[in-house]
């Protein structure tokens, strides 16, 4: 994540800020012991990205992680931030990538796109297998 974001801000000559949080507040070193968390305690770290993103209403939104696209993509039509349609629980990963970026509506009127990629662990230093997500990630930034 932070090889992502430090090229972003270098591509950009600065003029990209990134909020690197994750969907759920609460750590753990794999998804699977994330699963065996109880369910209060995964909702209420969900709460805290939740207030995040009505706050700030990013403009970009990058999630990484089948399971997280997932729990976004619920989150944001069960707020009517995107379009029902958008949803499709048997997609997997790559049919989330292949979308594109997917629009967004903040309720404060102020808009967005989520892109899907794979997980960020498998970026690296050069993050050469991750060059497209970054061009069309500043390609949305020089449109705004």
Known sequence: MNQLVNQ????SNEAIEVLETNINAYATPTAKK????????????????????????????????????R???KWLIANEMIQSSVYNRSYRLRDWIDLGPIPINYPS???GVVFCTKHLKYYGWKGNAFQQLREDILTQFNER
């Open 71 to 73: 729990d976004l993509m």
């Open 109 to 111: 009127g102020a808009t």
């Open 8 to 11: 972003l801000e270098t591509q």
């Open 34 to 69: 994330l699963k065996a968390i109880h369910p209060s305690i995964k909702q209420s770290g969900q709460e805290w990205f939740h207030k995040l993103m009505r706050e700030h209403t990013p403009a970009v939104v990058i999630v990484h992680s089948l399971d997280a696209t």
